[in-house]
């Protein structure tokens, strides 16, 4: 599957910003989905994965109650809609698939996106 991360930005601490992930290829249903993110100097973090159907969803503690990940995919789209956004969030926020696991890992996840970049100014 080949997948392209958009709808990044700058934004204002406590602002919002939406997230899309377009997949083509085989069939997206077939994955479970994720989004990780990755600042400056630091390692690639977890942010949230969702199953083939949404029927799991899992969220980082850092991340929790702030953001919601769903899945169209009749559209083949991954979404992450992000509220109440802090300094800390800056960082390229990418997309990533497995046909395995709902996994936290990145090294579970075979394809990628290119990442887009979100700036959350103080």
């Known amino acids: 599957v080949q997948l392209q991360a958009s709808g990044g930005g700058l934004v204002q601490a406590g602002g919002s910003l939406t997230l899309s992930c377009a997949a083509s290829?085989?069939?997206?249903?077939?994955?479970?989905m994720a989004w990780f993110r990755q600042a400056p100097g630091k390692e690639r973090e977890f942010v949230a994965a969702?199953?083939?159907?949404?029927?799991?969803?899992d969220y980082a503690d850092s991340v929790k109650g702030r953001v919601t990940i769903s899945r169209d995919n009749a559209k083949n789209t991954l979404l992450l809609q992000m509220n109440s956004l802090k300094p800390e969030d800056t960082a390229v926020y990418y997309c990533?698939?497995?046909?395995?696991?709902?996994?936290?890992?990145?090294?579970?996840?075979?394809?990628w996106g290119q990442g887009t970049q979100v700036t959350v100014s103080s």
């Open positions: 990533a698939a497995n046909s395995v696991v709902l996994a936290r890992t990145p090294n579970d996840y075979k394809s």
């Open positions: 290829g085989r069939t997206f249903s077939t994955y479970f």
């Open positions: 969702i199953s083939r159907y949404g029927g799991s969803i």
